[in-house]
T-cell receptor, first 110, second 117 residues
Framework: GDSVTQMEGPVTLSEEAFLTINCTYTATGYPSLFWYVQYPGEGLQLLLKATKADDKGSNKGFEATYRKETTSFHLEKGSVQVSDSAVYFCALSEGFKTIFGAGTRLFVKA | NAGVMQNPRHLVRRRGQEARLRCSPMKGHSHVYWYRQLPEEGLKFMVYLQKENIIDESGMPKERFSAEFPKEGPSILRIQQVVRGDSAAYFC???????????????FGQGTRLTVV
């Protein structure tokens, strides 16, 4: 079945460092891909999405490109802030069901 | 337009009691999804409902768990005879109807954190 694999955390970075969180997926069809962010004690918020191959989703300085050839959707940000500390979930949806990765916790130190 | 509302935010139950988790979808949304998040894990799909219908419950445990989304009122996730292993965060999401080949964003509530003691 469909699945999402993302890099294990936690990831600890200093402020202004470059961030990459890897995400790969397996799917039988052509899913939409998402990154969600979960701040402590909160629900999930959609960070960005891409609905077809080569689309780039971007929001709040984060971006990810839908790569069909490598079945990947890596999350990047050029300069992280302390306020970016959260858990990041890669997800895919095909039809009505959204399938999530296990999440990657990010700590950003001042 | 209020977001997805879940209550209670925190729920403590003793083993053997019943837990009822409520979810009010966003205005205009007729589709509701329930997910469970165990500590330090991702979200696992449990059930997908639309008004008065269960569309897919493939992620629901076969016993003790049930869900409904009545014509009026919130969606309810019910856990009977809770055990310690049921302790988790339960998230509800809602969306407009999803159609084949078209993506529709799901909006998440803040979750209910169930602790079984």
């Amino acid at each position: 079945g469909d699945s999402v694999t993302q890099m294990e955390g936690p990831v600890t970075l200093s402020e202004e460092a470059f961030l990459t969180i890897n995400c790969t997926y397996t799917a039988t069809g052509y899913p939409s891909l998402f990154w969600y962010v979960q701040y402590p004690g909160e629900g999930l918020q959609l960070l960005l999405k891409a609905t077809k191959a080569d689309d780039k989703g971007s929001n709040k300085g984060f971006e990810a490109t839908y790569r069909k050839e490598t079945t990947s959707f890596h999350l990047e940000k050029g300069s992280v802030q302390v306020s970016d500390s959260a858990v990041y979930f890669c997800a895919l949806s095909e039809g009505f069901k959204t399938i999530f990765g296990a999440g990657t916790r990010l700590f950003v130190k001042a | 337009n209020a977001g997805v509302m879940q209550n209670p935010r925190h729920l403590v139950r003793r083993r053997g009691q019943e837990a009822r988790l409520r979810c009010s979808p966003m205005k205009g949304h007729s589709h509701v999804y329930w997910y469970r998040q165990l500590p330090e894990e991702g979200l696992k799909f449990m059930v997908y409902l639309q008004k008065e219908n269960i569309i897919d419950e493939s992620g629901m445990p076969k016993e003790r768990f049930s869900a409904e989304f009545p014509k009026e009122g919130p969606s309810i996730l019910r856990i009977q005879q809770v055990v310690r292993g049921d302790s988790a965060a339960y998230f509800c999401a809602s969306s407009l109807p999803r159609r084949t080949g078209r993506d529709t964003e799901a909006f998440f509530g803040q979750g209910t954190r169930l602790t079984v003691v």
